[in-house]
């Protein structure tokens, strides 16, 4: 049966159920991926996931189910066990179903040229770029990854409130990581490009940046272990940004984890720092039209000119503040209950480039990785110690790659540190972003 059909049957049968508001949200994602190694495929997958939730208020509480079939049968499970669902609920505070904003701004998110790029052609393209950046240079001796991924996600959600939206979004990512070796030195390097557009895709230029990021790593060297200036490379920043990225949601805040609560109105950052969540950005690749309610999407300031503006609320959380939603409920699939999450959530870039960052510095370390971020960063206190790898930079010029580094210091305290931001944004393909930036100091220790 096709959804639409389903949808239809499925809430008209929810009101002879004894429903009174009732709402359906429907997702399909698919899924490509392949990966060389020595110019053959190696693995290859393809993957299709769709399903539906409904949930439904039953006697003044909300009852939720989901299923993968569509079907008639599917419809009776749906209704009898969201209606079963609804009896046991205990919370105080009820979701409701909502009637839609005034307005939508719809975008269209998803890039067709990427479908008329058939697959074989997407391989033959990966293993070109595996055989350039082979032969870029004696010293790289094998790719450890040299994969393609495409991913694409289609929503609907409707309701009985009259509300029928819906949007989709796509991307394709290479990721390569290179290993080289010199002596008895082996590094590696990690790469990724992500794009919407498959002819904006050079072979030759991605060959050059992947195995140059390898061989940078290439005689690395010890330096003293102490407080520096430190330059976060825009990957880097936009790692360590996803990781506390939690703490502006005010449903973490409104549960006692987030440092942030109660802190709207006040400079929690520097004042060159402005973050903001934009739905619409076109580098972005967390996009959407509407929220996990079927709230309108819409660019938010979290923090202007280091001030904090707002945390980021779904509907429930907004009524408990007394603010308005921000339009930042999230389901995190099909099967998912309602949380709060951003779209493309980023640090708005500045005017100087990486490099004029870099040239400014009389002694600085710059860090291009970071591991272990889930073990050694608490999201509710800010502190964090990590391991890094990176670069020595004497007299505005890059001197050497430094040895495993670790380093630490507190999330919250780092905001206020941040001396320049560069002009270089960079985004995830989870949607978190960030340009490079210049910090005043923090402690690094080198084994």
Same mark, same amino acid.
């Given at each position: 049966m096709k959804v639409e059909k389903f949808q239809e049957m499925l809430l008209g049968n929810g009101l002879e159920h004894g429903f009174e508001d009732m709402e359906i949200y429907y997702e399909k994602s698919n899924r490509f991926a392949c990966e060389i190694y020595k110019g053959e495929l190696d693995h290859y997958e393809t993957a299709e996931d769709s399903g539906l939730s409904f949930r439904g208020l039953y006697n003044g509480k909300m009852g939720y189910a989901y299923t993968e079939k569509f079907d008639e049968e599917s419809i009776?499970?749906?209704?009898?066990?969201?209606?079963?669902? +609804? !009896?046991?609920?205990?919370?105080?505070? !009820?979701?409701?179903?909502?009637?839609?904003?005034?307005?939508?701004?719809?975008?269209?998110?998803?890039?067709?040229?990427?479908?008329?790029?058939?697959?074989?052609?997407?391989?033959?393209f990966l293993k070109e770029v595996e055989k350039k950046v082979s032969n870029y240079d004696p010293r790289i001796v094998s790719l450890n990854s040299c994969k393609m991924i495409e991913q694409s996600k289609e929503r609907v959600l409707a309701n009985s409130r009259a509300l029928v939206l819906h949007d989709r979004k796509n991307y394709l990512a290479i990721v390569l990581s290179v290993v080289v070796k010199q002596e008895e030195e082996t590094k590696s390097g990690f790469t990724v490009k992500i794009t919407k557009d498959f002819s904006t895709l050079n072979a030759d230029e991605i060959a050059k940046e992947a195995a140059e990021e390898a061989l940078s790593y290439l005689g690395e060297k010890s330096v003293a272990s102490k407080r520096y200036p430190v330059i976060f490379r825009n990957d880097a920043s936009a790692s360590l940004l996803a990781t506390f990225v939690s703490t502006f949601s005010a449903e973490v805040a409104q549960k006692g984890r987030s440092l942030l609560e109660g802190k709207t109105g006040t400079m929690i950052a520097a004042e060159n720092i402005t973050i903001k969540d934009d739905p619409f950005h076109e580098e972005g690749f967390d996009s959407r039209n509407f929220d996990g309610e079927g709230v309108a999407s819409k660019t938010c300031t979290i923090i202007e000119k280091g001030i904090l503006q707002t945390l980021l609320h779904n509907r429930k959380t907004a009524k408990k503040a007394g603010v308005e939603t921000t339009g930042h409920a999230y389901k995190s699939s099909y099967k998912g209950t309602l949380t709060?999450?951003?779209?493309?959530?980023?640090?708005?870039?500045?005017?100087? !480039?990486? @490099? @004029?960052?870099?040239?400014? !510095?009389?002694? +600085?370390?710059?860090?291009?990785?970071?591991?272990?971020?889930?073990?050694?960063?608490?999201?509710?206190?800010?502190?964090?110690?990590?391991?890094?790898?990176?670069?020595?930079?004497k007299d505005g010029k890059v001197e050497t790659a430094v040895k495993q580094m670790t380093i630490a210091g507190n999330f919250f305290e780092l905001l206020k540190q941040i001396d320049e931001v560069g002009s270089d944004l960079y985004f995830s393909t989870s949607g978190i972003g960030s340009p490079s930036l210049l910090l005043k100091g923090l402690t690094v220790t080198v084994e």
């Open positions: 009776i499970y749906l209704l009898e066990h969201a209606k079963a669902n +609804a !009896q046991v609920i205990e919370d105080e505070e !009820q979701d409701d179903i909502f009637a839609g904003s005034d307005e939508y701004e719809e975008r269209d998110f998803y890039s067709e040229s990427l479908d008329m790029i058939s697959i074989p052609d997407k391989i033959a709060v999450a951003p779209s493309n959530f980023y640090i708005e870039p500045g005017e100087k !480039q990486h @490099e @004029e960052l870099v040239n400014a !510095q009389k002694e +600085a370390v710059i860090i291009t990785k970071l591991a272990g971020l889930h073990s050694g960063a608490n999201a509710v206190s800010g502190d964090f110690s990590v391991a890094a790898n990176g670069f020595y930079v």
